[in-house]
């Protein structure tokens, strides 16, 4: 909060940090060319010793790559969405992912199938209704977990709600991931830019501190939640939501 | 009002100026203060009644999801049981899970059942812990030191397996790190056997303490709906009459050969959480003993992993009942050495939307009780 | 080089050791002697024995043994050494010292561990002072917005109010005490009614929030106690007839009033455990609510102050179960005899081959008898027992009893939780005022009965 009033009175600001910013581009850069040289330097006093040469090449190609930014390979498919087509799907599990497929054609689609394990994916604007119909046609009564992950290459954040059952003992096995998209904007204003989700509080009452989580640590704001305050991280921190990809770990 | 003071801006929690009502008085449980672990609870109070409690954790908050990220699959082990240390192996367990899953090796069947041992003890080691926190909490110093030198002797067997004394680091994918002694079945049940009549005595000095009753008693009691409803697990979840134990119900290794009792009690009050977990070392003990007659005497203790494994295209959730209750482990893997996104879903958190629910109109008295009862481990709730 | 002293040269230190001396030398002789020779001149000194006393021969007495056993008698009855040393102050610090070392050790043994052990070598036993030294040396940090007059005098307003108490314990036959008061026991009930008084102004004044807290704690605490506690003794105030301590223990001569009122007995165990804050009825301490109570901001020898003050308290409270229910001071009488040759003939000083070479007529032995001729009264059959012996014993008796009651006051601590607000308020006031009340219709019934009191069977 106290970062997005920043960004609106000072222009400064803004100055500072891109200055900042490309202060730390050169010292990342410097650190990389540093790490490859290193790495050379290891390799040739390696190969002196063992090692054949087809593996000296590998991990020289592969260093420079990890350690500069994400954006240069970009990765069109999200790794969820590939296990669709597994010959033999489990029975029970399919059943009420029907349910609500054929409920939401066309808004819902089906991540993936395991045993114990289903996802579906829905669309942001179809959030709540679809939470709604899970709470009063499915036995699932309370959220587990809610997952934020940053998809940067597809300018977009995802967030999975992990639904289970107590009350049913014939669920008490099952895991419904229940996933969506929001957009994701490159200068995030947390509360104030495009990232919104309506929030399933009234729904999963357990989603609470999940979703305050959530909103200090990837940004994602949650229309409707009564106290989207920070929950762990201190109270004076004005960086970047720090589980996204671009805020960067020092020293890695 | 406050906005005269300071018009616009919204302050963060704990910071914000109030409207001052002579009645009311705000405090600061923690992070400095005996009865509150690592966070801080703002307690608003009217006379002796709590009529506002507002959990500020944070304190030890580490990061430890996003250091994650930029470790392989290996290196995570060691700091990913940094949450709960007394509990290290538990914490551990739904992670190797999920990077099994990923990878794709099976487990050596003594692996199992030695996995299952070293859990089953270190969710004694964490209990003890906290209920020697418990204890002194509720300004019972007897029950303070003698859950703390009792726990010296699982401690001792797990340094046995593991070579230390909480931080393991035991499990890995594919297996253990390292085999058991030679003779550790006959010092395990021995140790085990005399533990088990040790932690028999807390019901003469604790558990049936007339004081304790009269006092923990229909406080903070959570009815079965809302334990439900605001998605608790573990001993609150039990206490409150719901029986849902995750070595039941979704029983992983090797749970589903040996006979797991889970205990369930249906008062839903600071005495029935704390009764739990005592029942639950109970059943440790049996568990223990029947994996030690059932494990295969020789065998391989892990499978071989390629050096720097890449997990499949493909996301897990795996989950496992811990000292605290369910812990759950979302890794999503993209195919590297290192996991794309990887998120723990703790009990200690899950519970801790309980604590402002329970302190709402209880005594300020009350407040170490009720608190401490959720099972709570504020480092684990941080990450 | 050193840290703490980083331009140390032995020259230099060994000049400022010189200089000192120089300089203390030089005004002790110009100025020093001469003023004590001036105040010698001008004092009024008293004539004894029809010489006057100079300095010289106030040091020949000094070391002479025939004056000095009078001299010593003399400081044993003097007003000064019974508020400073026996039955006032420092007997009892010295109780409160062994209780803390007790309560120590003994809290160990339940729990499984072995308590303090390196401090003293043995056991630990130096453990004690060696906290005193820590707290001495502590900064004493005061809030910024305390009321400093009052916060300061808060930890000695508290170790006086509660050497007051001890003050009005009678400890042994014979008038050994240091107030003795022909109310006793009322100046108890005034001096206990200090304590919640001092606890609200000491946290009052601190400013905080957690003291506030925990000094209206021990205001509801003492206040809702103090009711039963005095309706609890007035039992035996209805048996005896009297409010003065030491006739309350003499008239328990041949039974203690516990046979008679149990119920009394307890329910003033219980409301003293109460006023001392003691575990089960900590709560104005309770340190995982509110910090350390009223005690939070006290620091250094303030703190120190006030342990010391509570552990005063602890004794009083000990001392006047005894006086009360137990009966004092009262037991069986037994001194070790003294040989016949001393008192007759005197000591005998060997010197250093061991042959007698002087002998020491001492007029005052036996030391602790108020008249030195009661002893060959005992002698002559007119008199069973000198005074001293009475000390002797009822002193040992006393503290027999007194220990046994803190080791019962001691021992909860580490068998109960602590009890919550609204638990303590309804016992003090539902039950024990009840039971109280139980107790003094027994004793109105036991006196109209005629069984004890005025021409009663007992």
Redesign the interface.
């Known amino acids: 909060?106290?970062k997005s009033?920043k960004k609106v009175t000072s222009k400064d600001e803004d100055k500072k940090k891109s200055d900042e910013k490309a202060i730390g581009d050169a010292i990342i850069a410097a650190a990389n060319a540093r790490r490859e040289e290193l790495a050379k330097e290891a390799l040739a006093t390696r190969s002196n010793k063992t090692l054949p040469k087809e593996i000296k090449e590998k991990p020289k190609e592969e260093k420079p790559k990890e350690s500069k930014p994400k954006e240069e390979k970009p990765?069109a498919a999200p790794?969820?969405k590939?296990?669709t087509e597994e010959v033999s799907l489990p029975e029970f599990e399919k059943s009420f992912v029907d349910k609500i497929s054929s409920q939401f054609t066309g808004d819902v689609e089906v991540g993936y199938i395991k045993e114990?394990?289903t996802?579906v994916n829905v669309k942001k604007e179809k959030i709540l209704e679809v939470a709604q119909f899970i709470k009063d046609n499915l036995p699932f009564?309370?959220?587990?977990?809610v997952?934020g992950?940053?998809f940067p290459e597809d300018k977009e954040i995802g967030v999975?709600y992990?639904l289970g059952s107590?009350?049913d003992?014939t669920y008490?096995?099952q895991?419904l991931?229940l996933a969506t998209r929001v957009p994701r904007e490159e200068n995030p204003n947390p509360g104030n830019d495009s990232t919104k989700l309506p929030s399933l509080r009234d729904m999963?009452?357990?989603?609470?501190?999940?979703e305050r989580?959530i909103f200090e640590m990837l940004g994602v704001y949650f229309d409707s939640h009564p106290d989207n305050?920070?929950?762990?991280?201190?109270?004076?921190w004005a960086d970047l939501p720090?589980?996204r990809k671009d805020?960067r770990?020092k020293g890695? | 009002m406050a906005e005269q003071v300071i018009p616009t801006?919204?302050?963060?929690?704990?910071?914000q100026v109030e409207n001052v009502d002579d009645r009311i008085?705000t405090?600061n449980v923690g992070p400095q203060?005996?009865?509150s672990g690592h966070m801080r609870i703002i307690v608003k109070i009217d006379g002796?009644y709590i009529v506002d409690a507002d959990p500020?954790?944070?304190y030890v908050?580490r990061?430890e999801?996003?250091?994650a990220e930029?470790r392989n699959y290996i290196t995570n082990i060691p700091h990913l049981e940094r949450p709960v240390i007394h509990d290290s192996c538990n914490i551990l367990y739904p992670y190797v899970l999920g990077v099994e899953d990923l990878v794709g090796i099976e487990v050596p069947e003594r692996a199992k059942y030695v996995r299952v041992i070293a859990a089953e003890l270190n969710r004694c080691i964490y209990i003890q812990y906290w209920l020697a926190i418990y204890?002194?909490?509720?300004?019972?110093?007897?029950?303070?030191?003698?859950p703390a030198?009792d726990r010296e002797l699982l401690i001792d067997l797990m340094e046995k397996i593991t070579g230390a004394r909480v931080t393991h680091a035991y499990f890995i994918p594919g297996g253990v790190r390292n085999d058991v002694p030679a003779n550790f079945e006959d010092v395990c049940l021995r140790q085990v056997n005399y533990f088990e009549k040790r932690i028999k005595e807390y019901a003469d000095?604790f558990y049936d303490?007339p004081?304790?009753k009269?006092?923990t008693e229909d406080t903070g009691v959570l009815s079965r709906e809302d334990a439900?409803?605001?998605?608790?697990?573990g001993s609150v979840?039990r206490a409150s009459g719901?029986d849902?134990d995750l070595r039941i119900?979704?029983p992983y290794d090797v749970y589903d050969e040996l006979d797991v009792h889970t205990n369930v009690l249906k008062s839903g009050d600071s005495y029935a959480r704390s009764k739990i977990p005592w029942l639950d070392m109970l059943e440790s003990c049996n568990i223990i003993r029947q994996a030690l007659e059932k494990m295969p005497k020789s065998g391989s203790i892990r499978t071989k992993l390629k050096p720097n494994p890449k997990g499949r295209?493909?996301?897990?959730?795996r989950?496992v009942e811990s000292g605290r209750g369910?812990a759950?482990c979302?890794i999503?893997?993209?195919g590297k050495p290192e996991p794309?996104?990887l998120?723990l879903?703790v009990s200690s958190?899950?519970n801790?939307?309980a604590l402002p629910y329970l302190l709402k109109g209880e005594?300020?008295?009350?407040?170490?009780a009720v608190y401490w009862s959720l099972n709570y481990w504020p480092v684990e709730a941080?990450? | 080089m050193s840290v703490i002293a980083p331009k140390f040269r032995l020259g230099y230190f060994l000049k400022g050791i010189f200089d000192n001396a120089f300089w203390i030398l030089t005004i002790v002789t110009l100025a020093g002697i001469p003023a004590i020779q001036i105040v010698l001149f001008y004092l009024e000194l008293p004539v004894i024995d029809g010489e006057l006393l100079t300095a010289f021969l106030a040091f020949t007495w000094l070391f002479n043994p025939t004056m000095q056993v009078p001299l010593i008698k003399a400081l044993i009855y003097s007003d000064l050494f019974r508020i400073v040393a026996f039955p006032g102050f420092g007997f009892a610090a010295l109780i409160a010292a062994g209780t803390i070392f007790v309560e120590r050790k003994m809290?160990a043994k339940?729990?499984?561990?072995v308590g303090p052990f390196y401090c003293g070598k043995v056991e630990g036993i130096l453990q004690l002072a060696g906290d005193g030294l820590k707290l001495i040396s502590k900064e004493i940090i005061i809030p910024a917005k305390a009321d400093k007059p009052l916060f300061w005098a808060a930890p000695v307003l508290f170790v006086g109010t509660a050497a007051a108490f001890v003050a009005l314990i009678p400890v042994a036959p014979g008038g050994w005490v240091v107030a003795d008061l022909d109310v006793g026991l009322l100046a108890v009930f005034a001096v206990i009614g200090f304590f919640p008084i001092i606890t609200i102004l000491s946290a009052w004044s601190a400013n905080s929030?957690?003291p506030f807290?925990g000094g209206i704690r021990a205001l509801h605490q003492m206040v809702s106690f103090e009711i039963p506690l005095i309706l609890s003794l007035l039992g035996v105030v209805i048996l005896t007839g009297t409010l003065n301590l030491s006739e309350i223990v003499e008239s328990q001569s041949s039974f203690p009033w516990i046979i008679f009122m149990p119920i009394g007995a307890i329910v003033f165990f219980t409301t003293m455990l109460a006023e001392l804050e003691r575990?089960?009825f900590?709560?104005p301490e309770?340190?995982?609510?509110?910090?350390a109570g009223w005690l939070t901001e006290f620091s250094g020898m303030m703190y120190g102050l006030v342990q010391l003050g509570s552990y005063l308290k602890l004794y009083a409270f000990a001392a006047l179960f005894v006086i009360i229910f137990l009966g004092g001071w009262t037991g069986p009488v037994f001194w070790p005899p003294l040989e016949t040759e001393i008192i007759t003939e005197g000591i005998p000083i060997p010197n250093y081959a061991g042959d007698p070479i002087l002998t020491v007529n001492a007029p005052g032995l036996p030391l602790l008898d108020q008249d030195p001729n009661e002893w060959v009264l005992q002698q002559q059959g007119e008199l069973q027992y000198t005074s001293g012996q009475l000390l002797v014993s009822g002193v040992i008796w006393f503290v027999l009893k007194t220990v046994g009651v803190i080791f019962f006051i001691l021992l909860p601590?580490?068998?109960?939780?602590?009890?919550?607000?609204?638990?303590l308020l309804h016992i003090g006031w539902y039950k024990l005022i009840g039971l109280s009340f139980v107790n003094i219709f027994i004793a109105l019934g036991l006196v109209y009965a005629g069984v004890i009191g005025p021409g009663g069977i007992l």
């Open positions: 909060m106290s009033e990765k790794p969820s590939t296990d114990n394990r996802r009564d309370h959220a587990e977990s997952t992950v940053d999975v992990h107590y009350t003992p008490s096995k895991v991931a999963f009452y357990s989603v609470e501190f999940h989580e305050r920070r929950l762990l991280l201190p109270e004076d720090p589980l805020f770990n890695r | 801006k919204k302050m963060p929690p704990g910071l008085m405090l203060h005996p009865g002796d500020d954790p944070g908050h990061g999801e996003k250091m930029s204890g002194i909490f509720l300004g019972h110093s007897t029950m303070f030191m003698w030198g000095i303490n004081i304790l009269a006092r439900i409803r605001l998605g608790t697990t979840l719901v849902y119900k979704e295209e493909d996301e897990v959730y989950r369910s759950g979302h999503i893997s993209r794309y996104r998120k879903s958190f899950r801790l939307i005594k300020l008295g009350n407040m170490p941080d990450r | 809290l339940l729990q499984l561990r929030k957690f807290i575990i089960p900590d709560l309770a340190e995982s609510e509110i910090v601590r580490g068998v109960f939780p602590r009890i919550r607000l609204d638990m």
